[in-house]
């Protein structure tokens, strides 16, 4: 008979899936996208970009307060260590290229991991609960109350977070697992 540590680790082991399936499938797309990039020139982008951004920045040091403090922040994208360009500080294209495809692929990641959180009602925090409600079934009353509850995270809210730790990637749903699966194993052994 399946008890509810197995039901919670069976659910979990599909986050993972689904977590490990979306690293997968965002690295074959941006493999397709670094292939036409390279194939339809598109580098040339990225280098107009980085131009741009680092007159912003120059602009930005010259201007009032604010923009100074706004100058400062950003100052460290500027890299003056490029050969034949002693002491000139610029924006790196590559730099600002890789920083875009990583943002624009752990969004598209977390998007795609609250939709099929959504679509499956993956709620960890309610797994989480159902847990803890079977680990202390025979705890005293005040044992219990300090232990976490879900019930005043609405579900949607429950399975949107749990979506984030999927598209965040395969690690945080890991370490849960892990983490459950020890529980599980002393509990069995007491």
């Not at 930005?60 to 490029?82: F, I, M, P, R, S």
């Not at 019930?151 to 749903?173: E, K, M």
């Amino acid at each position: 008979m399946m008890d509810v540590f197995d039901s919670a680790l069976i659910m979990l082991a599909g986050a993972l899936f689904f977590s490990m399936l979306i690293e997968r499938l965002l690295q074959i797309i941006k493999a397709v996208y670094d292939f036409l990039e390279v194939h339809y020139g598109w580098g040339e982008h990225w280098n107009r970009r980085a131009l741009q951004l680092s007159e912003q920045i120059h602009h930005a040091l010259q201007g009032n307060t604010v923009e100074k403090a706004l100058g400062q922040a950003a100052k460290h994208y500027l890299k003056d260590d490029y050969p034949g360009l002693d002491g000139v500080k610029a924006v790196s294209a590559d730099a600002l290229r890789s920083l875009a495809v990583k943002a624009v692929c752990k969004i598209l990641a977390v998007t795609l991991g609250v939709v099929i959180a959504l679509l499956l009602g993956l709620d960890m925090f309610a797994l989480i609960e159902e847990l803890n409600k079977a680990a202390l079934a025979d705890a005293e009353l005040t044992t219990v109350q300090k232990y976490f509850s879900a019930q005043y995270i609405p579900g949607w809210l429950g399975q949107v977070v749990s979506g984030i730790a999927i598209g965040i990637g395969s690690g945080p749903v890991h370490k849960l697992i892990s983490a459950l699966e020890r529980s599980r194993q002393q509990r069995k052994d007491t």
